[in-house]
């Protein structure tokens, strides 16, 4: 049964403190998400990767939020400094897309979500 | 700017009834559209798609209607159940985008009354 994991699936700190989220997305897609879930805004994407390479990243406070993939198998999500106001559920979804609009499917708009970490800045 | 709302923030059912939750969007250039259901403490999971050369599809209790010309569509669930209880949010894409980007709408809480 592929899921995407997520660690931790709760984090509570203290603001300033540097907070990273890791996602393992599901074995052969190539595709990754990150989105913020907050009551105000529901799901916000805040970067995205094809083929581990950074395709969009405006969603993403430059400031203090960075995104990597470091390989095909983790993705990470780290804000530094932390603020109060980060406080929300990150999720990281996958998915598969081949290049080109010819590759395209159903099944390769479809997005697989892991469990989210919940983060708490005080 | 939104491109996909979602105007109900909440929907109350009765068990065995048809739940019907909406969707609109905006951008013509929207040629997917996916349905997630959420339960609290947990990511969102596909539930059913819709591609735009249809105006049906049919998975079970759950089906998803698209109206082009309206630039709307609607999950239909028949017969409701408990477990069907949930955060529901619609979801589109566009051809022209190189990943297979999402843009959800804000989300319809579904509660479904025994």
């Known amino acids: 049964d592929a899921r995407v994991t997520q660690t931790p699936r709760h984090k509570v700190t203290e603001m300033g403190q540097e907070v990273t989220m890791r996602c393992q997305p599901i074995?052969?897609?190539?595709?990754v998400f990150w989105y913020r879930q907050t009551m105000m805004q529901g799901l916000e994407l805040l970067a995205y990767f094809r083929n581990r390479a950074p395709l969009d990243d405006s969603g993403m406070p430059k400031d203090r939020f960075s995104a990597e993939m470091p390989d095909a198998t983790l993705a990470t999500l780290k804000i530094q400094p932390s603020e109060p106001r980060d406080s929300a559920v990150y999720f990281c979804?996958?998915?598969?897309?081949?290049?080109?609009?010819?590759?395209?499917?159903?099944?390769?708009?479809?997005?697989?979500f892991g469990p989210g970490t919940r983060l708490t800045v005080l | 700017d939104q491109q996909v709302k979602q105007n109900s923030p909440s929907l109350s059912v009765q068990e065995g009834r048809i739940s019907i939750l909406n969707c609109d969007y905006t951008n013509s250039m929207f040629d997917y559209f996916l349905w997630y259901k959420k339960y609290p403490a947990e990511g969102p999971t596909f539930l059913i798609s819709?591609?735009?050369?249809?105006d049906k599809n049919e998975d079970g209790r759950f089906t998803v209607f698209l109206n082009k010309s309206a630039k709307h569509l609607s999950l239909h669930i028949v017969p409701s159940q408990p477990g069907d209880s949930a955060v529901y949010f619609c979801?589109?894409?566009?051809?022209?985008?190189?990943?297979?980007?999402?843009?959800f709408g804000g989300g319809t809480r579904l509660m479904v009354k025994p």
């Open positions: 074995l052969g897609h190539n595709t």
């Open positions: 979801a589109a894409s566009a051809g022209n985008n190189a990943g297979n980007m999402l843009t």
């Open positions: 819709i591609s735009s050369i249809k």
């Open positions: 979804a996958s998915g598969f897309r081949l290049l080109g609009l010819a590759g395209r499917t159903p099944s390769t708009d479809t997005q697989y």
